[in-house]
């Protein structure tokens, strides 16, 4: 693709990616009959990319940099639940992103400790806020928020 997309296969892709490239890459291989190129001279700099980059806040080569840097997947020691009334399909593509990056998924919700205490490494996730579902993890403590911090926390990788 010529610019970055928010897709499963494009988000889950850059926990594992060596290199991002644009349309130009695979032609130039197939044109020089190697693998060999340099693939930092491919990298998605183009007006959609920029756009795709604004919209979001965030600069893709240095998402990128952070990424490879990084020692620990971005979610490592985190834990993702999502409220009943999420769509599946949107929680298991979502799911996927976040795993793909070092979350674990949990399929419920725990309770609160007897002083109070949650456990401050879940991110819940849910779809509509005044549903009783996200009202009823609200109540034990926890914050609630829709896909996009899941989405925009690994293209910003913060």
Known sequence: SQQPRRTLKYISGMATARHIVNDNWPSECVKKKTLNIDESKYFPNNKATKEFE???KFKLKKAFKTLRERK????????????????VNAKKAIGTMAQSHGAALMSRIPKSTA???????IICVGEKIHHKHCKNVAKKGYAIYNKEIIITSILRQE
Do not use: A, M
């Open 115 to 121: 002083n109070g205490k949650i456990d401050d490494n």
């Open 72 to 87: 620990e997947p971005l979610f490592d020691g985190y834990k993702v639940y999502f409220t009943k009334e999420f769509n």
């Open 54 to 56: 604004k919209k979001y």
